[in-house]
């Protein structure tokens, strides 16, 4: 299954510039460099201004290596900020060791991460631990990496403007969908679905562009371009 380019936009610039976040997420990587020979054809053809990976790269040490080196490429060209995901500590914390330092890429469950958008404009990235920081920029474009959207408190979203989330995959299987929401997974998690408003914060969670287990049925293979305008 091929991973498709799913589109989503979000206001904050009023229409003065617009700013590009490629979100990439639960590759699941075991031997093959095929996932993310597909991903680096995506991030070229988009150039993104940022690149945000929210978790589960791997399921082996080797798919943990060969990811390694596709942030190390990835990173020659683009900024990239991530979290680890559940999966990236099942052979221990020696593994996510591999890709925490890469350069000019942020692990943003250890570092707060700043930048200026051509215009001036300031952006920033963190995790839950770096709720005081956001506060502290609240005029400013917050944007929050989770893991696992079902872990999400009130109080995270707090002067946050976007949620980048992964871990559910859309459920694999959709047998429907109701407003925002896919079934069966919904029935289960609260946060099944593409993207929803959680007060001010928009929400959008990635079907993901893997899995450990390769069963899917009208729920794609996905990284989701978000264009903040």
Known sequence: MSIQLRNERISFFEGSEKFTILQISDVHIWWSNAIPAQLEKI?????????ALTGDYSDTPVGATIFSRFMER????YPVVFIGGNHDTWWGNRILKRIVNVPNCTYVDRDFFSMETK?????????PAHR?????????LNVLLIHNPEELRPADT?????VLAGHLHGG???????KEAFYPGSFVF????DRKQI???????SRGAGDTFPIRIKCPKEVVLVTIE
Not at 43 to 51: A, F, M
Not at 172 to 178: D, E
């Open 43 to 51: 991030i070229d053809e988009t150039k993104p201004d940022l690149v």
């Open 132 to 140: 005081a920081l956001f506060d502290a920029n609240k005029e400013d």
């Open 74 to 77: 990835v990173g020659e060209k």
């Open 172 to 178: 694999q299987i959709v047998l429907y969908k109701r």
């Open 190 to 193: 609260k946060h099944c679905s």
């Open 199 to 205: 007060g001010d914060t928009t929400l959008i969670v």
């Open 119 to 127: 215009s001036g404009r300031r952006l920033h990235v963190g995790s």
């Open 158 to 162: 707090e002067n946050v403007n976007l």
